[in-house]
């Protein structure tokens, strides 16, 4: 099996979740043809770089990114510092050809998408976005449903992002909360959720959205005796049209009292329904139609499928498919995608066509709450042939 030398920019908590997945994937993935072992740590401070460095067995701390973007012996940049660093460290990788594994977003905004989609012609590696929610094996049999057929014509759906951690007034405001570093629920949670929806249904056609601030001002994470001013949503609601003709709703929030960390989405069709919830992730539940509604209701009414940790090859059995999955698991998941794709001389899937189309829609999100009506949006191959 072939190692992959990574570099890993930024290590806080997403961080930390990528450096666990790379740990953890021999378990789950024996038969991947290339495994990946982080050899450089860059923060943006020496002692949290060594502290890293340390904590990760890895060989080289820094705090400088090109000291792994442009270094020879690196063969993928892992990157998962705030959001206004991703697009020099981005650029720099495409530059320097290397193989690519980026949180979402991709980047601030579109203006800066662009000038990823100028590099993308130039760029021959591998590069893939951590959209994780798509790999909990109930979206992937979703996924499955809905091509097939099951749920026909969609007719409507809702999904939600739903966190509690800004409900209180006394959370203080730290860099997702605050629009000079990228932050704001819109580049935190939307992306993820406006993105699980293309996956499973298909282009947007139109979207009008609205956001709120719940708290004009709150605690300084340096000072917490201090109040500062909050210039980032921790609410955004919108409507969307598909080019399908599917009319639904989609939520991000981070004030939604007494919510964990829910992904939820509900797709109902001529056929059939489907839905999940990621606080119960052992199950997809399917509504089919064309059951028997008699005598005294028959058959018809929600299935709850056990998809578990039933992945796909070249995933091991590793612990067993009826155990329930974890959080952890599906980023384990969607790296080792990266790194099979890697393996494959493919394209990553999501790519970063992916992530610039997902930052496309973050900015007609934006556009809308602005103008305070509906958007139209291009598809995927528009918006990438109008950046370029």
């Given at each position: 099996m072939k190692t992959l030398r990574v570099g890993i920019i930024g290590l806080g908590f997403i961080g930390k979740v990528h450096a666990y997945g790379y740990t953890t994937l021999p378990f789950y993935y024996d038969k991947l043809g290339v495994r990946g072992r982080i050899t450089?740590?860059?923060t943006s401070k020496p002692e949290t770089a060594e502290a890293g460095r340390a904590q990760l067995g890895a060989e080289v701390a820094t705090t400088e990114y090109r000291a792994i973007t442009e270094n020879p012996e690196i063969d993928v940049v892992n990157i998962?510092?705030?959001n206004h660093l991703h697009k020099d460290a981005l650029l720099s990788a495409m530059q320097h050809q290397k193989h690519i594994y980026c949180d979402k977003p991709l980047v601030v905004n579109m203006r800066e998408a662009e000038e990823i989609v100028a590099a993308l012609s130039a760029y021959k590696a591998t590069a893939q976005m951590t959209l994780q929610c798509r790999f909990f094996p109930a979206v992937m049999r979703a996924k499955q449903l809905i091509d097939e057929g099951f749920v026909g014509r969609v007719l409507?759906?809702?999904a939600?992002?739903?966190h509690a951690g800004s409900a209180s007034p006394s959370a203080p405001l730290r860099w997702k909360l605050s629009a000079e570093a990228g932050g704001g629920v819109i580049n935190d949670l939307a992306s993820h959720i406006l993105d699980l929806i293309h996956h499973l249904l298909g282009d947007y056609d139109a979207i009008v959205a609205d956001t709120q601030i719940a708290y004009a001002e709150r605690p300084s994470s340096a000072d917490p005796s201090r109040k500062v001013k909050v210039d980032a949503e921790d609410c955004v609601m919108l409507l969307a049209r598909m080019t399908s003709g599917a009319l639904g709703t989609i939520e991000a929030t981070?004030?939604?009292t007494g919510t964990e960390d829910e992904v939820r989405f509900e797709i109902h069709g001529e056929k059939g329904a489907l839905r999940f919830n990621s606080m119960d992730p052992h199950f997809l539940e399917a509504f089919d139609m064309s059951a028997a509604a008699a005598p005294?209701?028959?058959?018809?009414g929600w299935t709850r499928i056990a998809t578990g940790q039933r992945f796909p090859a070249p995933?091991?059995?590793f612990p067993g498919p009826k155990f329930s999955i974890g959080w952890m698991r599906v980023h384990a998941a969607c790296l080792a995608n990266f790194l099979h794709a890697i393996d494959g001389g493919e394209k990553g899937d999501p790519g970063l066509d992916q992530g610039i189309y997902v930052q496309y829609l973050l900015d007609r999100v934006r556009a809308s709450n602005n103008s305070k009506?509906?958007?139209k949006c291009d598809n995927p191959k528009s918006v990438l042939s109008a950046g370029r």
């Open positions: 450089h740590v860059c998962c510092t705030p409507e759906f809702r939600t992002y739903l981070k004030i939604a005294i209701g028959g058959m018809q995933a091991s059995a009506g509906w958007v």
